[in-house]
């Protein structure tokens, strides 16, 4: 006659998590000491507790969960009250998570999402202390207890088991107040109802994660407005998203499976752009014209990279199109903008230069090329006072540090250029702010015809003032007698005119005959040629 056979329970805890494992012994023979009736019923029942609670992770929430798992703790133990409470990472403070129904019912120190210190939390946190399960059947005779807070239920015995993860202890469940001391049995029961409830809890999140990740992408693909897509290495649309018809028009199906050859008018541009991306695996901003449905080409810019197996090898390019339209519009407003700039600049007089807030040439005129004989490039690396003599520095800076200051100044220095020659320059510089940041607006004027204007004048002033000291002035009454016109002098002597003149003014005469004089004269010569006549 063959024996017949029996399982028994055993628990045993893991030394470096602390977590407790229920394991079934061997068959034992028939004649053995058979297991508790009631025993073996709690621990089918915790079989069908367990079992139920992965039927609930696809139809109800984790909060659900837990509460379902707590509950079957509570029954399946005869107890009165229950609580699951999460360990934050920092293993040290309790998130208080959900308690038993009747503990709700009992007790009013219950809130829900408190966050309690572990080291002021009583002795139901004993089996985090210990890292593994723990059993106080007789509350009253514990040493180390804090007490309760107002409002809560009175303490006769709980069990307490901590739910370990990766090491750590992300959970706790407890049970108390059975009527009767709570066994091994009870406790082991009550690890596998926390190891299998915090597993299915586990999945439940991450298949919530992933169900939010895929809807939260799901909205991404729909609502871009860049075009996504995936081709097959050689070129086979695989997919693409919705924004793909705003943007040239074509509706998914029409895509899906074609060749995205067809969509590139330039096809050399095509060969450089799968180039670079085969060489690298990347692309980023490429920029290139695709044809839209109605024939028009589009300016776009394309994103990608070549997705890979796990040995490597290419299986498909993903990435992304943007029409940049508007771009190429605005950058080419801006050349021609710039060229007008430019334009405006180079026909002025003079040079003109712009320097930021420290001291750097960013902009200037053909004409500062030109005229001080440096490149660009050497203009570039030149500061303001690169341009003038050491003994004229100091002064250019002060007024350079005046138009940053005060927003203007102006002054006349000696511009060096590179070949060493010196041109005078008239400065002036205006203190513009964009985007918060100061510019100085100057221009340089050569005064050099100006420097020579003045020059020649301050000659004449000179040789004028030479001149002047030189003349001697008659001035107030002078006497003259009126027949035989001598002029007396300041001591009283009569003198001729032509000696007092030039005595007094430095003049000198030189002597001739006026036409009334000299008609007057002739008349008086004929008169005395016929005198002597009639006298011979």
């Given amino acids: ?62 909060d659900e969960i837990i509460q379902f798992g707590l509950e079957e703790s509570v029954r399946l133990t005869t107890s009165k009250i229950g609580y699951f409470h999460f360990v934050n990472p920092d293993q040290k403070t309790i998130s208080l998570q959900t308690w038993s129904e009747n503990t709700l019912k009992t007790c009013t120190a219950a809130e829900k999402g408190m966050h309690y210190p572990i080291d002021k939390a009583g002795i139901w946190v004993d089996c985090i202390h210990q890292r593994k399960p723990v059993i106080h059947n007789n509350y009253e005779s514990l040493s180390h207890k804090k007490g309760l807070p107002e409002g809560h239920v009175k303490v006769i015995r709980d069990l307490a088991v901590p739910v370990f993860e990766s090491g750590k202890i992300v959970a706790v469940i407890g049970v108390g107040n059975k009527t009767s001391d709570y066994t091994e049995f009870d406790l082991d029961q009550v690890s596998l109802l926390a190891e299998n409830t915090w597993s299915i809890v586990q999945r439940k ?46 509706k998914r199906e029409e895509l899906i499976g074609n060749s995205a050859l067809d969509l590139y008018p ?39 990279r070549i997705i890979t197996s796990k040995d490597g090898r290419p299986i498909k390019i993903i990435g992304t199109i943007r029409d940049i339209t508007e771009r190429k519009q605005a950058e080419e407003a801006l050349l021609k903008e710039k060229a007008f700039t430019d334009t405006v600049m180079n026909s002025m007089p003079g040079i003109v230069y712009v320097y930021d807030e420290n001291y750097q040439l960013i902009k200037w005129n053909i004409n500062h090329e030109t005229s001080t004989g440096f490149s660009s490039n050497e203009l570039l690396r030149m500061n303001p006072t690169g341009f003038f003599d050491d003994e004229e520095k100091d002064k250019i800076i002060a007024a350079t540090d005046k138009v940053y200051d005060t927003g203007e100044a102006a002054i006349e220095a000696d511009l060096v250029n590179k070949d060493g020659t010196k041109t005078p320059h008239y400065f002036t510089g205006k203190r513009i702010i964009k985007d918060d940041k100061k510019y100085m607006l100057g221009v340089g004027i050569d005064i050099t015809a100006r420097k020579l204007a003045e020059a020649e004048r301050e000659k004449l002033i000179a040789d004028l003032q030479k001149a002047l000291k030189e003349v001697k002035t008659l001035g107030g009454l002078l006497p003259i ?19 007092y003149v030039s005595e007094h003014s430095g003049a000198e005469f030189t002597h001739g005959i006026c036409p009334d004089c000299l008609e007057e004269q002739r008349v008086i010569i004929r008169q005395k040629q016929a005198d002597d006549q009639d006298q011979s």
């Fill in 1 to 62: 006659m063959k024996s017949k056979s029996v399982t028994k329970n055993r628990s045993s805890v893991n030394p470096e998590h602390g977590t407790r494992k229920i394991t079934r012994l061997k068959s034992e023979p028939a004649g053995a000491p058979q297991p508790d009736i009631e025993n073996q019923h709690t621990a089918d029942e915790v079989l069908k507790s367990s079992l139920k609670i992965h039927q609930l992770m696809s139809i109800s929430s984790v």
């Fill in 481 to 499: 007698c009126s027949y035989c016109k001598n002029v007396r002098d300041d001591q009283g002597y009569w003198t001729q005119v032509e000696a």
């Fill in 266 to 304: 330039q096809p050399e541009r095509r060969k450089q752009l799968v180039k670079k991306i085969r060489k690298i695996g990347w692309i980023n901003d490429f920029e290139i014209s695709l044809t839209a449905k109605n024939g028009n080409e589009i300016p776009c810019s394309i994103t990608s």
């Fill in 205 to 250: 999140r991450a298949m919530e994660h992933l169900i939010e990740s895929e809807e939260k992408h799901r909205r991404i693909f729909e609502c871009i407005q860049d075009g996504y897509y995936e081709t097959g290495i050689n070129g086979t649309i695989i997919e693409v998203s919705p924004s793909f018809e705003m943007l040239f028009g074509y």
